[in-house]
Nanobody
Framework: QVQLVESGGGLVQAGGSLRLSCAAS????????MGWFRQAPGKEREFVSR????????LYADSVKGRFTISRDNANNAVYLQMNSLNPEDTAVYYC????????????????WGQGTQVAVSS
């Protein structure tokens, strides 16, 4: 059982930046693909980004490409999401998730989820 705890959310003005963190409890953290998803009010949960176990492969949704950067620190069992040039459309609850599938891209492929952290971007 992998426990995930997100942090770093908050309120920011459009154009600003936030860095989300996700701490994992699992000793075999490096064996999991880690993903970030988000869910805005009234919308379905959507994929934001994912990174493979070694950190050598990343994938981004088109809506965040060039603005968000995912990274991980396997020594400290953590994954991060650096979010720059934020806009109001980025407002959502952001979730960290872990998958045993290398190419995990959709929510159903992820086995473990955090509780989420709220990001609000004001115009």
């Amino acid at each position: 059982q992998v426990q995930l705890v997100e942090s770093g959310g908050g309120l920011v003005q459009a154009g600003g930046s936030l860095r989300l963190s996700c701490a994992a409890s699992e000793r075999t953290f490096s064996s999991y693909t880690m993903g970030w998803f988000r869910q805005a009010p009234g919308k379905e949960r959507e994929f934001v980004s994912r990174i493979n176990g070694s950190g050598g492969s990343t994938l981004y949704a088109d809506s965040v490409k060039g603005r968000f950067t995912i990274s991980r620190d396997n020594a400290n069992n953590a994954v991060y999401l650096q979010m720059n040039s934020l806009n109001p459309e980025d407002t959502a609850v952001y979730y960290c998730a872990a998958a045993s599938i290398f190419w995990a891209r959709v929510a159903g492929q992820y086995d473990y989820w955090g509780q989420g952290t709220q990001v609000a971007v004001s115009s």
